[in-house]
């Protein structure tokens, strides 16, 4: 049996990448345990990242802080190794803190895997980003009811993640998600309706590509919407699992390469 911790851990996580050469690399990188970092790949001028944690998941008392610079020019695609698990935390809580910041001419696609709440677990997140004007930003969210097959459909006690993105200082999208089973019936329409999975895409840059987002079709079985925000496009995705909001997340980042 696994012994879980008692101790407050916070985790520190510093990417700042510089284009060079025309290639991406990372100019400083810094980061405490339990989290690591994938040897990096490169792709052409794209710099990928693959962030790892060892450890079985978010405990009670966790506090992350991580901030991403993308200086100009840079090209970075950031991923998971794998799906981030919130376990029940009595009456503790767990919190999670993420700045970015893209210089004129940075791209940065942020795509971590799905998160999943545990029966008892409570998790608040808030991301804040700061683009240049001539900047592009792909960022999406997965988040599921629970470990649908262990009984724990909606039994977390607390999850809410919040966006905050900024042009030039001008804020385009806000976003909040907010859940909390015990005062929220989240399997009206206006929530989960008969899905289990749902998935956020955020995205800005050129007025071309964010066309090719409003004009994808999928033929999966999902919810699929998408609206302009102030500047940029957003999508909602409903799902009754990861895979397929993951397939079309995979589609849509394609045809935007």
């Avoid at 942020?110 to 709440?117: G, L, N, W």
């Avoid at 988040?143 to 009984?151: F, H, P, Y």
Wanted: aromatic share 12%; net charge negative.
């Amino acid at each position: 049996m696994c012994c879980l911790r008692t101790f407050r851990m916070i985790t520190e996580l510093k990417l700042w990448i510089k284009e060079e050469q025309k290639k991406s690399i990372l100019e400083e990188c810094f980061f405490t345990s339990p989290l690591k970092i994938g040897m990096p790949q490169k792709n052409k001028e794209t710099l990928h990242l693959i962030l790892m944690m060892a450890s079985p998941g978010v405990l009670k008392g966790d506090s992350f802080a991580y901030d991403i610079w993308c200086k100009e020019n840079s090209k970075v695609l950031i991923t998971e190794q794998s799906y981030t698990k919130l376990f029940d935390m009595g009456e503790g809580t767990a919190e999670k803190n993420l700045n970015i910041r893209l210089e004129k001419g940075a791209s940065l696609f942020y795509r971590p895997c799905a998160v999943i709440p545990f029966r008892g677990s409570w998790f608040d997140g808030m991301t804040q980003v700061e683009l240049d004007k001539e900047s592009e930003f792909f960022y999406s969210d997965l988040v599921t009811a629970g470990r649908i097959g262990m009984g724990e459909k909606f039994a977390f006690r607390h999850y809410r993640s919040r966006v905050c993105v900024s042009v030039d200082g001008q804020p385009v999208w806000l976003e909040q998600c907010l859940l909390e089973p015990e005062q929220m019936d989240l399997t009206n329409m206006g929530f989960f309706d008969h899905f289990t999975h749902q998935g956020t895409l955020y995205y800005y840059g050129p007025t071309e590509k964010i066309e090719e987002i409003l004009q994808y079709e999928t033929n999966r079985q999902v919810a699929y919407g998408r609206s302009l925000a102030a500047k940029g496009v957003c999508v909602r995705i409903l799902a009754q699992n990861a895979q397929d909001i993951e397939e079309v997340l995979d589609e849509i980042a394609a045809k935007l390469k």
